[in-house]
């Protein structure tokens, strides 16, 4: 499936389980039910944000000619607002609603407590895998919202769990749903910040563009290797010593190392890559004219006479 596929499925799937747990939480009186309603509805919204920025980030502009990619990432940092709302919204629920839960209806609860684990558990690792396969920092980020979605459900199925036992905890279930939703929030937000501004990509991927940099003999050493992230693509700035004096060899070279960056990382947007001969002494070349000159005295003979005297009988002798 394509990116945009995932995120349809996970709009749908989203807004059933928001209208599901939303009915089940007003029928029950149950603030963590109804908060994670409220959660599921706005992942649903998020959803759809991530599958317009996806759409459009594959989009070619001439104005943009690193492309929309970024797109992406401003996606994936809307999420993470409608996160921080749904914890704002639950919240002032906690603190201000009053409620008595009725208990004809906690076997319902328990119900879609457990369904909506399941689902939301499963889809998260599905998409989390497609996320790594497109490399897609919006399918990330859903599958991230996703699991706290998860983690929110299993949560409310603890709840009606206790209120089975007459034991209610329904707001201190709650709350940690608040605080799973705060976490994923500005985890989400943080990591698109970082791109926004363009960032270094993580240290084991530098490390890995380094290896197959250095593993062409050609190469002598890396003076300069900057990598950064748009949306699901990478851009890479490298600048390298070869051992060669020739203009097609380097240019070789270059093109080499490009189609190696690009088969093993295949979301290589751009490879720049700057290259410059080894000046170590061992590789570099001095050459020394000489001729005879049948010029017996030189005491008397001015710099600049000698100077073109010297290239009129380097000229003849060549």
């Avoid at 992406?72 to 002032?92: C, K, T, V």
């Avoid at 319902?108 to 895998?129: D, K, N, P």
């Avoid at 290797?225 to 270059?254: C, E, Y």
Wanted: proline share 2%; charged share 20%; aromatic share 12%.
């Amino acid at each position: 499936m394509k990116k945009y596929h995932w995120s349809i499925i996970s709009i749908f799937l989203m807004l059933l389980l928001a209208i599901i747990k939303l009915g089940v939480g007003f029928l029950s009186k149950s603030v963590a039910l109804k908060a994670e309603g409220i959660h599921s509805l706005s992942d649903s919204l998020a959803s759809f944000i991530g599958f317009i920025s996806i759409y459009m980030s594959e989009k070619k502009h001439e104005k943009f000619p690193y492309g929309l990619y970024k797109l992406e990432n401003i996606g994936a940092m809307f999420i993470s607002f409608f996160l921080f709302f749904a914890a704002y919204d639950m919240f002032m629920d906690l603190l201000f609603g009053h409620y008595k839960i009725d208990r004809q209806y906690i076997s319902w609860g328990l119900g879609v407590g457990i369904i909506s684990m399941l689902i939301t558990f499963g889809f998260s690792v599905l998409e989390r895998i497609a996320a790594k396969k497109h490399n897609s920092p919006a399918l990330m980020a859903d599958s991230e919202h996703m699991l706290v979605d998860g983690f929110g459900s299993f949560v409310i199925t603890l709840n009606f769990l206790s209120l089975e036992f007459n034991i209610n905890l329904d707001k201190i279930f709650a709350s940690l749903i608040i605080l799973l939703i705060i976490y994923t929030g500005f985890h989400i937000l943080k990591e698109q910040i970082f791109v926004i501004l363009d960032a270094s990509v993580d240290s084991k991927m530098i490390e890995h563009i380094k290896d197959i940099i250095l593993q062409d003999p050609r190469v002598k050493s890396i003076k300069r290797l900057l990598v950064r992230k748009s949306g699901d693509k990478i851009f890479i700035d490298a600048a390298i010593s070869i051992k060669s004096h020739n203009f097609n060899q380097s240019h070789a070279v270059a093109d080499d190392i490009e189609e190696a960056i690009t088969r093993v990382f295949p979301q290589t947007e751009m490879v720049f890559i700057h290259y410059e001969p080894d000046e170590s002494p061992e590789n570099t070349r001095i050459a020394i004219l000489t001729f005879q000159d049948e010029v017996s005295d030189f005491k008397n003979v001015d710099n600049d006479t000698y100077l073109r005297q010297f290239c009129i009988n380097l000229c003849i002798k060549s």
